[in-house]
């Protein structure tokens, strides 16, 4: 049974930092496409970042330079570093792996960026 877990989320004022992690279980975890969406209040989900299983990366536009995604494929777990936080990073985070026809969500983690 693959099992995606996320954590790491909460509340933290404008300018701060936080770590999200997600560990997966259940599955073959390097050759699976990690990403990292977010679906804010009234608005649809999107992809914040990916990473391969080599460790390349994108990026939405919206987090460039803030972010960063990561991954240990030894403990098949990926994160993402989130820094310089603004009130419009507000979201429930959704860690997704994709492999070829298999895609796995994680239930997601709330993050909240108010003062």
């Known amino acids: 049974q693959v099992r995606l877990v996320e954590s790491g989320g909460g509340l933290v004022q404008p300018g701060g930092s936080l770590r999200l992690s997600c560990a997966a279980s259940?599955?073959?975890?390097?050759?699976?496409?990690m990403a990292w969406y977010r679906q804010g209040p009234g608005k649809q989900r999107e992809l914040v970042a990916n990473i391969a299983g080599g460790g390349s990366t994108n990026y939405a536009d919206s987090v460039k330079g803030r972010f960063t995604i990561s991954r240990d494929n030894a403990k098949s777990t990926v994160y993402l570093q989130m820094n310089s936080l603004k009130p419009e990073d507000t979201a429930v985070y959704y860690c997704k792996g994709t492999y070829s026809w298999s895609q796995y969500w994680g239930q997601g983690t709330q993050v909240t960026v108010s003062s």
């Open positions: 259940g599955l073959i975890f390097s050759r699976y496409v």
